[in-house]
């Protein structure tokens, strides 16, 4: 078994000053090495309520300190949410620059390397990354190197 104490002395906003809180790792369970993931909302949520369940009722947890973890908390749920929605404006950006570009002769690189050209016939979103289809390739908006007005690609 193998506890992790959190401390607020190295800014940590889970554990009151001088305090420990623990989590314990379940027993089979690994911990992968490499670069540590950000946790969720979900779990710091979880470990927030563990957290309040944890501390000495005779030393409660500072009221200003609880607060500053919820407006913490309250920052991360904006900051997801923002990148959620720039996310979505870059996809919708992207399709619309690739709408310009239907009919329009185009010569780009494919996934494999080879250099694909001729007239855009239609555009995709795959993935989330929008595509322009020519002929029966699929090309990325970044790895089209010429747009021409001519068919014929003059």
């Not at 050209?117 to 029966?136: H, K, L, M, P, Y």
Request: proline share 3%; net charge negative; no cysteine.
């Amino acid at each position: 078994m193998l506890t992790y104490g959190l401390d607020s002395g190295a800014g940590n906003l889970l554990a009151p000053a001088g305090k420990t809180a623990s989590v314990t790792q379940p027993e089979g369970a690994r911990i992968a090495d490499g670069p540590k993931q950000v946790g969720t909302q979900q779990d710091f949520l979880l470990l927030l309520i563990e957290q309040i369940k944890a501390q000495d009722p005779f030393n409660p947890m500072d009221s200003v300190e609880f607060t500053n973890q919820l407006v913490a908390f309250t920052q991360l749920e904006e900051i997801i949410t923002l990148n959620d929605n720039l996310a979505t404006m870059k996809e919708n950006q992207d399709m619309a620059a690739a709408s310009q570009l239907l009919g329009m002769y185009v010569e780009g690189m494919d996934a494999n390397g080879t250099i694909v050209s001729g007239v855009v016939d239609s555009i995709e979103r795959i993935q989330g990354e929008a595509t322009v289809v020519v002929g029966d390739q699929l090309l990325l908006l970044g790895q089209i190197f010429t747009v021409r007005d001519s068919a014929k690609g003059e």
